[in-house]
């Protein structure tokens, strides 16, 4: 998604309104962990999504990838060298040593919240070393892009920060890492995707200002071997062209006069 038309400010939204965005995100918080704690070897991406829509049914939401622009399920599930939008299927069984992707969002009285975890099948000690090197790199990027999300700062601030901490990452996690090409971030609110798209690289000091109660989804994703990608047949699921693996981290994020605030804690 690009800009519709020139914007000079992501426009804030009131302490209420992140209040209301964060109860959606924490939904989707307490949904991820359901999910982690159901994945294991024997179980299915299927068997995940129902686990996720039961957490967020019976917390009075609904789950917002649904029928999302025709997609069928209520999480992507993502494993291994799928990058993003993995149709949950009862033919994907998770094996020990898998890594998988977890994306999920729930609508709450309006508003959206959105977020990603990668993590492995058997815990980290299952996942082979440069896997784990770059899940746990992937999960730094996050964070340290984030802290760009500050009032006053610009959209594309946050691309460098997340770039920046890529670059750093690599050295830090002795792993070689790729930015994933096409795909990023995004605004939100009470639609999931919303104007401005989020690059997850580029120079600083472009596009519309940040401003207090700004908020944007910030979803870095890396892979081992390349950033090229290709879409599958079903026009949902993203592999790496080369069939490396891949990972991708992602909060709700706003910005506030006391720094960023996450509002899909996994509590």
């Not at 080369?242 to 506030?256: F, K, L, P």
Request: charged content about 25%.
């Amino acid at each position: 998604m690009g800009f519709r038309r020139s914007r000079k400010v992501i426009h804030g939204k009131t302490p209420g309104e992140l209040d209301a965005m964060q109860a959606a995100g924490e939904i989707v918080g307490r949904a991820l962990q359901a999910v982690k704690a159901a994945a294991a070897p024997g179980v299915t991406t299927l068997e995940l999504d129902k686990v996720a829509e039961a957490t967020i049914r019976g917390e009075g939401a609904y789950p917002t990838f649904l029928g999302y622009g025709g997609f069928p399920g209520s999480i992507c599930a993502s494993v291994n060298d799928m990058i993003v939008h993995g149709i949950p299927d009862n033919v994907t069984v998770l094996k020990e040593g898998d890594l998988v992707s977890i994306d999920c969002g729930a609508t709450l009285d309006g508003w959206v919240g959105d977020s990603a975890w990668t993590f492995g099948v058997g815990g980290d000690a299952a996942l082979r070393d440069d896997v784990r090197k770059l899940n746990e790199a992937t999960e730094y990027v996050l964070y340290e892009g984030m802290k760009a999300m500050v009032p006053g700062n610009r959209l594309t601030d946050v691309s460098w920060a997340l770039e920046d901490a890529t670059l750093a990452a690599e050295a830090k996690f002795g792993v070689e890492l790729h930015i994933v090409d096409g795909y990023g971030g995004h605004g939100i609110g009470h639609e999931m995707h919303e104007d401005p798209y989020l690059a997850n690289e580029g120079r600083p000091g472009k596009g519309p200002s940040i401003e207090v109660g700004s908020t944007l989804a910030i979803e870095p994703m890396l892979a081992l071997g390349t950033e090229d990608s290709y879409v599958l047949d079903d026009d949902w699921g993203v592999k790496t062209l080369d069939g490396s693996w891949a990972s991708h981290w992602e909060h709700t994020v706003a910005a506030t006069a006391d720094g960023p605030r996450i509002l899909t804690a996994r509590y």
